[in-house]
T-cell receptor, first 114, second 114 residues
Framework: DAGVTQSPTHLIKTRGQQVTLRCSPKSGHDTVSWYQQALGQGPQFIFQYYEEEERQRGNFPDRFSGHQFPNYSSELNVNALLLGDSALYLC?????????????FGPGTRLTVT | AQSVTQLDSQVPVFEEAPVELRCNYSSSVSVYLFWYVQYPNQGLQLLLKYLSGSTLVKGINGFEAEFNKSQTSFHLRKPSVHISDTAEYFCAVSMNTGFQKLVFGTGTRLLVSP
């Protein structure tokens, strides 16, 4: 049973560019959350998708947007990249959106903005 | 809003010694509590969680944690560590209602030496 997968593994972009990160949830999971983990910090919640809609959002600007597809996979888009967007982006999936459900994390995408 | 404090950024310990990683949280509402482990170049893996009931929670790999509501703490313990326990450990909280949005601490690096 494949766990949460993310692509690409690493990515280098230039300031001002746009980037799309992809996530496939664990089999049987319908809820996807995205987190940003800056170097030396804990992950910070970006947003959560359930039934193809953004259900909850953290304290991130509108440059960060997402999408969830009918097969529950998800994309994270970041526009007008800043140097400060350099981080590990983690995707997590769960079977349901309730607060008690375990979130399973993928290995992450390392984004470097130069 | 919730917040998590992990005062120890790094904890060095010898193999087979006991260890305690400290976690304190702040919240105006009831919360669920989690401990995650992150090995190098990997995503986060759930060690254990407190939802309700017994305040002593046992997790994987011999770890346990105790929820102390009066001290708003959720310290992680292991009676005897192995070299393979070397990793980053994150404490997290989530409101116990609605959607799950994890709020993480800054992490504690556990360094186990022979």
């Amino acid at each position: 049973d494949a766990g949460v997968t993310q692509s690409p593994t690493h990515l280098i972009k230039t300031r001002g560019q746009q980037v799309t990160l992809r996530c496939s949830p664990k089999s049987g999971h319908d809820t996807v959350s995205w987190y940003q983990q800056a170097l030396g910090q804990g992950p910070q919640f970006i947003f959560q998708y359930y039934e193809e809609e953004e259900r909850q959002r953290g304290n991130f600007p509108d440059r960060f947007s997402g999408h969830q597809f009918p097969n529950y996979s998800s994309e994270l888009n970041v526009n007008a990249l800043l140097l400060g967007d350099s981080a590990l982006y983690l995707c997590a999936s769960s079977r349901g959106q309730g607060a008690s459900y375990e979130q399973y994390f993928g290995p992450g995408t390392r984004l470097t903005v130069t | 809003a919730q917040s998590v404090t992990q005062l120890d950024s790094q904890v060095p310990v010898f193999e087979e010694a006991p260890v305690e990683l400290r976690c304190n949280y702040s919240s105006s509402v009831s919360v669920y509590l989690f401990w995650y482990v992150q090995y190098p170049n990997q995503g986060l893996q759930l060690l254990l969680k407190y939802l309700s009931g017994s305040t002593l929670v046992k997790g994987i790999n011999g770890f346990e944690a105790e929820f102390n509501k009066s001290q708003t703490s959720f310290h992680l313990r292991k009676p005897s560590v192995h070299i393979s326990d070397t990793a980053e450990y994150f404490c997290a909280v989530s409101m116990n209602t609605g959607f799950q949005k994890l709020v993480f601490g800054t992490g504690t690096r556990l360094l186990v030496s022979p």
